[in-house]
């Protein structure tokens, strides 16, 4: 499973990478800290799922959603954010984020979603 990080701090990325660098079949492809860079990645690379923070440099996260969810077979997408309020995640799940995860409190979970998908991407 090809996956993808968009955040705009390189700490948080590779605190992720090692974070889930224990789970099997899962290998990290790339990464980006814009909206531009992200979405031009995303489309060459075809990552199978993408992990996406709110809060980037220039556009915001939800741009960068909006616009590959538009894709032919858009990837699964993680929204991965420090601002979990009820708006934001409703307004990401209307855009076409399949899940939404505090980085604070939900860390975990995206682990146990991230190691269900490596073993059986169906289970989206």
């Known amino acids: 499973m090809k996956v993808f990080i968009i955040d705009d701090s390189e700490l948080v990325v590779e605190r992720l990478r090692a974070l889930l660098s224990d789970i ?12 531009k860079d992200a979405v031009e990645a995303i489309l060459k690379l075809k990552p199978d799922v993408v992990i ?5 440099i220039g556009e915001n996260g939800m741009n960068v959603l ?9 990837p699964i997408v993680i929204v991965l954010t420090n601002y979990p309020y009820p708006q934001y995640r409703k307004k990401c799940r209307e855009l076409g984020a399949d899940y939404f995860f505090d980085k604070v409190t939900e860390i975990t979970s995206l682990v146990k979603v991230l190691r269900t998908l490596a073993q059986d991407p169906s289970q989206e």
């Open 24 to 35: 099997e079949g899962l290998e990290f492809i790339g990464q980006a800290t814009n909206a």
């Open 66 to 74: 909006e616009r590959i969810k538009k894709e032919h077979a858009p």
């Open 52 to 56: 996406l923070d709110i809060r980037l």
